[in-house]
């Protein structure tokens, strides 16, 4: 610092020390005296223009605060020291380059003859000098962030203590809550560790084993129970394990070592992590069960046994009953047969009689021998229709596909002579679908209804003989149509029983025709029926089911 | 020639008996006619016992009237037997019956009978079928019933000499056979 002598009153004001001087001019640390309340610069050393980083001349004449950072500190620090007299150290940090720069400013004041004309200014920037500290204090400030983030961690593992802690104690509140509601169950409920020691016994378990809670916690439930399993232990944990669940019937001792047997059912408790637990097992006694299921087996076997005696009981009876329908066929039969043998005698020598005797004999005897041919013909006419009768209502009927046009076409065949005798006209048309059916029946009922047409009709015309067929859902309606006298409403239903014949004598016949053709129909599993009114022709028709 | 041929009747009612030798006559048949009246006695005419060994009297029948319901057997079993005999078993045997069973006319041909008749209520039918029966055995060649030597029964030798063939005798023959019953 040269101290020039410059403006009269600044030399006069200023009286410095040639020591001083020269201790300040070579210092090292950057020092600067301000002088005045707006704290002009008046000198600065050497140290302080480096630091600065600016020539002498550029600094001197201008006020302090300017020059550094923090001006207003920096002149309420001076204006502080010049009022007081009192020196001070200031020290402040400053982040140019994100590293702390420590500023330190001492600042005492300059005495002339007891009055204060300035101040001088030492400042230091520690960061010059003391790398060390400043490593020492990153060092420091890390450890406070790393500390900081330590104390995060741990305040938030704290937290996640407290909340998994007050959870548990939620769960082992419901727990107890539960517990408490599963000893209300009348069912035995047991919970066991993964070695089957039993962790929960609840009431319903004391109560189905017999062993109260304290003697059966701790201990392996299939060693206490005497469990016998139904497949290998093995099998069953495997099960457990890969599906969460296992059920079956298990044969287990009571406390007083009544055998019982109990269904069993197994559910895998996995913890928070999905690795298995604990199991929970929840036990019905079924041994009443499985005694009744045994009582119904053998009540069964008897059933089964008394079902074949039954069945064998009814082959026997109906290898009777057939063996005397044959009987009874055979019977019927040889009757009417034996009964025809006379008749053939009154016709035959009825018709000698009368050629014998020839003109010897009146008409009225002619009448009369005529009369008994004709007795002993309606006999053996009736005799052939109670055969048929009694044949269709006994023999087996066993049902075929039956082509309806074959036995169409056959029955007309067999009626040709007749047909062509009366001039009847014919009409059948088709289709003629098959039907399930016995064949010879079916011929009858047809030609016994074909052959009514033909004989049943109004005077001086000629019969018609309509056959054809409708098919409606599952079964055939055959219609068999004249357009003889009709029939009344009242008397069609009695047509169809044996040896009735609504007109008497006017037409030939048993009366047991259409006995015959309701007979067979409803052997074949069909119906029959009549529409018709008077005058108005009949409608006869039957019903089978499509084949 | 064949008019000389016996006929066999075998039945066990005498009225049938009496209706079927007046259908003969009716029927113009000029073939003697013999009568016998259950199984037994007809195996006996065609054995030749006793009275029967006279075959002057009691010719080989060229045809058998049969009936089955008889006693000491039956039809059936008549017929079995002839078929069984060595040569016999070749005579022409028509079963005339009054029964229409089905299981009747099916054991018939399975024993092997010729024919199966149904007698007839009327009279007339049975003319009407006897004159059929009349025709078939003008037109049939018979084979001999016996080991017989040469000379013994010129009338069949003869029948290689019989006339034509008359078809309208088959077709009557066809129709009265009895394949089924009648009136099923």
């Keep these: 610092m040269v101290a020039e002598p410059t403006t009269a009153p600044s030399r006069q004001q200023f009286r410095f020390s040639g020591l001083s001087l020269a201790i300040t001019e070579h210092a090292p640390m950057p020092m600067a005296m301000v002088e005045g309340a707006s704290h002009v610069v008046r000198s600065v050393n050497a140290a302080f223009c480096r630091l600065m980083d600016k020539p002498m001349e550029q600094i001197v004449g201008k006020p302090f605060n300017e020059l550094l950072p923090k001006q207003d500190e920096c002149r309420r620090l001076l204006d502080r020291v010049f009022q007081t007299g009192e020196s001070e150290t200031y020290l402040e940090e400053e982040y140019p380059n994100l590293r702390p720069v420590f500023w330190s400013y001492l600042a005492w004041p300059v005495w002339e003859q007891e009055r204060l004309v300035g101040v001088v200014i030492q400042v230091t920037e520690t960061a010059q000098l003391h790398d060390r500290t400043l490593a020492i204090n990153e060092a420091l400030v890390l450890g406070s962030v790393r500390q900081h983030e330590l104390t995060e961690a741990a305040e938030s593992l704290n937290a996640q203590l407290e909340v998994e802690m007050i959870e548990r104690q939620k769960t082992a509140r419901e727990l107890a809550e539960m517990a408490r509601l599963l000893d209300l169950s009348n069912d035995a409920i047991m919970v066991m560790d993964l070695g089957c020691r039993i962790l929960y016994w609840n009431h319903g378990a004391e109560e189905l084993y017999g062993w109260p809670g304290e003697e059966a916690l701790g201990k392996v439930s299939h060693a206490l129970l005497q469990t016998k399993y139904p497949t290998p232990v093995a099998q069953i944990t495997e099960e457990l394990y890969r599906t969460g669940r296992w059920a079956g019937e298990l044969v287990q001792t009571k406390r007083g070592g009544e055998l019982i047997t109990v269904l069993a059912r197994r559910a895998l408790e996995r913890d928070s992590h999905g690795n298995p637990a604990a199991i929970l097992e929840h036990m019905t006694d079924i041994t009443e069960r499985m005694k009744a299921v045994e009582a119904l087996r053998q009540a069964q076997a008897q059933l089964t046994d008394r079902a074949g005696q039954l069945e064998e009981l009814v082959a026997a009876r109906t290898a009777e009953l057939t063996a005397t329908n044959k009987q009874l066929e055979a019977f019927v039969y040889s009757i009417a047969h034996d009964l025809r043998a006379p008749l053939r005698a009154m016709e035959g020598f009825a018709d000698m009689l009368v050629e014998d005797a020839g003109a010897a004999l009146n008409k009225t005897s002619q009448d009369c021998a005529a009369h008994i041919k004709k007795s002993a013909q309606f006999m053996d006419a009736l005799l052939r229709d109670l055969l048929a009768f009694s044949r269709i209502s006994q023999q087996g009927v066993e049902l075929a596909s039956i082509n309806l046009q074959t036995v169409v076409e056959s029955v007309l065949a067999r009626l040709q002579k007749d047909i062509l005798a009366k001039h009847a006209r014919v009409e059948s048309s088709g289709p003629w679908p098959d039907v399930l059916a016995h064949e010879p029946t079916l011929a009858q009922v047809l030609f016994n209804l074909a052959s009514n047409a033909l004989k049943f009709v109004k005077p001086d015309v000629p019969p018609l003989l309509r056959l054809r067929a409708d098919a409606t859902g599952e079964f055939i309606r055959v219609w068999v149509e004249d357009d003889g006298p009709g029939i009344e409403p009242d008397h069609q239903v009695q047509i169809f029983r044996p040896f009735t014949r609504l007109y008497g004598e006017k037409f030939a016949g048993t009366g047991i025709g259409l006995a015959i053709v309701q007979k067979g129909v409803e052997r074949m599993g069909g119906r029959v029926g009549v529409e018709s009114a008077p005058g108005q022709g009949s409608h006869f028709w039957f019903e089978l089911r499509k084949a | ?184």
């Excluded at chain 2, 065609?46 to 057997?73: H, I, T």
């Excluded at chain 2, 028509?94 to 054991?107: H, K």
């Excluded at chain 2, 029948?159 to 005798?169: D, L, S, Y």
Aim: charged share 25%; hydrophobic share 45%.
């Design chain 2, 1 to 184: 020639m064949n008019e000389n041929q016996t006929i066999l009747l075998v039945d066990d009612s005498v009225d049938d008996l009496a209706l079927m030798r007046e259908a003969f006559r009716r029927a113009k048949c000029q073939h003697p006619l013999q009568e016998v009246h259950h199984g037994e006695e007809a195996i006996a005419y065609l054995k030749g016992e006793g009275p029967y060994g006279d075959r002057s009297q009691f010719p080989l029948p060229v045809v058998m009237l049969l009936d089955l319901n008889m006693p000491k057997k039956n039809g059936f079993e008549v017929l079995a037997w002839v078929r069984a005999q060595p040569v016999l078993k070749r005579m022409a045997i028509f079963i005339l019956t009054a029964s229409m069973r089905t299981e009747d006319v099916e054991r018939a041909f399975d024993l092997g009978a010729t024919s199966f008749l149904v007698k007839p209520l009327s009279l007339d039918e049975l003319a009407a079928m006897l004159h059929c029966l009349g025709d078939w055995i003008q037109i049939n060649h018979f084979p001999p019933l016996e080991e017989a030597g040469r000379n013994e029964r010129p009338a069949i030798r003869d029948r290689w000499h019989n006339p034509e063939p008359q078809v309208p005798a088959i077709l009557a023959w066809a129709s009265v056979n009895c394949r089924e019953p009648r009136g099923a």
